[in-house]
């Protein structure tokens, strides 16, 4: 079913791309294995396992890892008011929703697809949030659901346990299973060191650049939306200053998940390392919510979609 968010064809476009290109890089690499390690079937099994779970268990897994529960209506009428509002408004089923007990204030949406789909917010941003700064971060969770790019980027993203679950294997069955002066050992496991480094650091250039554009195409979304752009700029400026002022210890175990984020766990901007960074700068999501809020003018119906 096609939602009523704005269509993004760069995004599919890009999206499409980054699969394929990912797809040719890990046949390559699981090729590159298969020489090396001379057991295909192992090989094999070990990807499909991981890509098939992390397919069907994504959702949980992240819910899971970030401490989130799911909630029914009489939990948090209020929050489960605004999804049924914004999904009414763009045509699309309404995914489960979740709530984390987490201070730090953020969400994230994620599962296969708009049937299979999970939008959890944090303690910490019902706390914080005005009611129509709630809804356009939930609008721009939910277009990321309607648009399918959840489920691209959760599985691009752990693709790459692949090369960390071999790199394991090749290091007790092959350093410690043939003995340590094995010369052949040393060569087999320095070539699937190599070849798993350079694998990774494509796909996280893939990655990344994907999550970059996408978390653009979301504000976009959430702002025809809606039709509040300045609400959503005014949750991207209070959320980032938050987050700005949590210690960077705690949030540490949050970064991991960076690329599900509504706005990226920093605790200052990263300097340099925006261009390695999942999500653009906040002063390029601010410019571009100015420039719809433009479009748009005191006109623009709230809840009208576009």
């Known amino acids: 079913m096609q939602s009523r968010f704005r269509s993004d064809r760069r995004l599919t476009v890009r999206m499409t791309v980054t699969m394929f290109l990912l797809g040719l890089l890990y046949v390559a690499f699981i090729a590159a294995l ?11 099994v070990i990807a499909a396992l991981v890509i098939g779970a992390q397919y069907w268990f994504s959702d949980r897994i992240a819910l899971y890892a970030m401490h989130g529960r799911i909630v029914e209506r009489e939990e948090y009428p209020q929050l489960h008011g605004v999804v049924d509002r ?13 709530v984390s007990n987490m201070d730090m204030p953020n969400a994230f949406a994620t599962g296969r697809n708009p049937d299979h789909a ?11 949030l005005e009611p129509d700064e709630l809804e356009g971060v939930l609008a721009h969770e939910l277009s990321h659901v309607a648009h399918k790019d ?21 290091f007790y069955s092959e350093l410690f299973g043939r003995g340590r002066k094995d010369q052949n050992t040393i060569v087999v496991f320095g070539a699937v060191m190599g070849i798993s480094a350079l694998v990774y650091a494509i796909s996280f250039l893939l990655i990344r650049a994907l999550s970059r554009y996408r978390e653009l195409a979301a ?17 991207l400026t209070k959320v980032s200053g938050d987050i ?5 210890r705690d949030l540490r175990t949050a970064q991991a998940f960076n ?8 605790g200052a901007e990263p300097g340099i390392s925006r261009y390695f960074s999942t999500h653009p700068t906040l002063e390029q999501r601010l410019e571009q919510l ?16 576009v």
């Open 118 to 128: 999970v939008l959890c917010v944090t303690s910490g941003l019902l706390r914080r």
């Open 86 to 98: 914004l999904c009414a408004v763009a045509d699309m089923p309404k995914p489960l929703v979740a």
């Open 34 to 44: 298969i020489a090396l390690l001379k057991s295909w079937v192992l090989v094999v």
């Open 290 to 305: 100015g420039r719809i809020s433009a479009e748009l003018g005191e006109a623009a119906t709230p809840g009208k979609a």
């Open 244 to 248: 700005a002022r949590i210690p960077t």
């Open 219 to 235: 504000d976009r979304a959430a702002a025809h939306l809606t039709g509040r752009p300045s609400a959503l700029a005014s949750a």
């Open 259 to 266: 690329a599900f984020y509504f706005t990226p766990a920093f």
């Open 150 to 170: 959840v489920a691209v980027i959760t599985l691009a993203s752990f693709l790459g346990v692949i090369a960390g679950l071999v790199v394991r294997f090749a």
